[in-house]
């Protein structure tokens, strides 16, 4: 990315921003010039996130989130437009899992897996489209949304069938969205990322399966919290102007 701040003048709201990826993007693109929106049920986290790109001379708002639920989405859109304007740029990263075998997994673990990153994607595309259609006469062909999928779309695994159901659906999702909305300038695309310690994680990289997990990739090594940086930004940015309905895969080669 050449441009110092290639998200100047852009409003984005990032879902999932109280903790690892969405926190650290948050960082990052209040850096490349955004206003950016943090959303995520717990604001104590994003409040003192959103201070601090304050402090260092960004633009940023923590707003109470639940993707699950539809009316939070919209007041979350609704704070975000009355502090910065219409919301231009999302990025719905928000996500759980819940491993184990389906067999054993109880209903209730099910839903929550589904109805984040499955649902609450989708709920939170349709809020950033109303918003982007309803901002078009002012703005065109300027609507960004990124999807944070997974790798696991991409294979199969042991333990994790719903998540990787998700995140295949969101994938597709982004596609079918793109193609919905590609008269009205928004582009939707989904990364798909590889292994990143995060709290969704959590010590598992520290057990041996964990460790021998790590052994068996081509390089022998986790990724780093900034390995979808510059992917994002450039999504996000008016140098995508022509990328949408795309799936990206960055996962160090995990996968192949
Ligand atoms: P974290 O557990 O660190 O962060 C997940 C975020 O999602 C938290 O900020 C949490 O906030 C938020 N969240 C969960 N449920 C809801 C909800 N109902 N409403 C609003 N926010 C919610 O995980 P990561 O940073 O690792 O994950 C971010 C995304 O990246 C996820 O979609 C994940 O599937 C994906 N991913 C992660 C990989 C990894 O290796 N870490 C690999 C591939 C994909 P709060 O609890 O405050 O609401």
């Keep these: 990315m050449t441009h110092a701040h290639p998200l100047a003048g852009r409003v984005c709201l990032i879902t999932g921003a109280s903790s690892g990826i969405g926190a ?3 960082r990052r693109m209040a850096r490349a010039g955004a206003q950016v ?3 995520a049920r717990r604001t104590e986290l994003t409040g ?19 993707v699950t639920s539809e009316s939070s989405i919209a007041e979350a859109f ?8 219409p919301v231009d740029t999302v990025v719905a990263n928000a996500g759980v899992v819940r491993n184990g075998r389906s067999t054993d997994a109880p209903e209730a673990d099910l839903r929550q897996v589904y109805d984040t990153n499955l649902l609450g994607v989708h709920l939170t595309a349709n809020a950033a489209a109303r918003a982007m259609m309803a901002a078009g006469s002012r ?23 719903a998540y990787a159901a998700s995140k295949e659906g969101v994938a597709h999702l982004g596609r079918q969205l793109a193609r919905e ?4 300038g928004i582009n ?3 990364v798909q990322p590889g292994y990143i310690r995060t709290e969704l994680v959590g010590d598992w990289f520290d057990s041996d399966g964990g460790k021998a997990q790590i052994a068996g990739w081509h390089r022998r090594r986790l990724m780093e919290i900034d ?18 309905g795309g799936t990206f895969t960055v996962d160090d080669g995990q996968s192949l």
């Design 181 to 184: 909305w590609v008269r009205q």
């Design 24 to 26: 650290h993007l948050a």
């Design 227 to 244: 390995a979808l940086d510059d992917l994002v930004l450039f999504l996000c940015s008016d140098a995508s102007a022509h990328v949408t």
């Design 188 to 190: 939707v695309n989904t």
């Design 48 to 66: 003192t996130i959103a201070e601090d790109i304050n402090s260092a001379g960004g633009k940023a708002l923590a707003v109470a989130l639940d």
């Design 37 to 39: 929106v943090l959303g």
């Design 139 to 161: 703005e065109s062909e300027a609507g960004r949304i990124v999807i944070i999928g997974s790798i696991t779309a991409q294979m199969t695994g042991q333990g994790d069938a």
């Design 78 to 85: 609704a704070s975000a437009e009355s502090r910065f304007g």
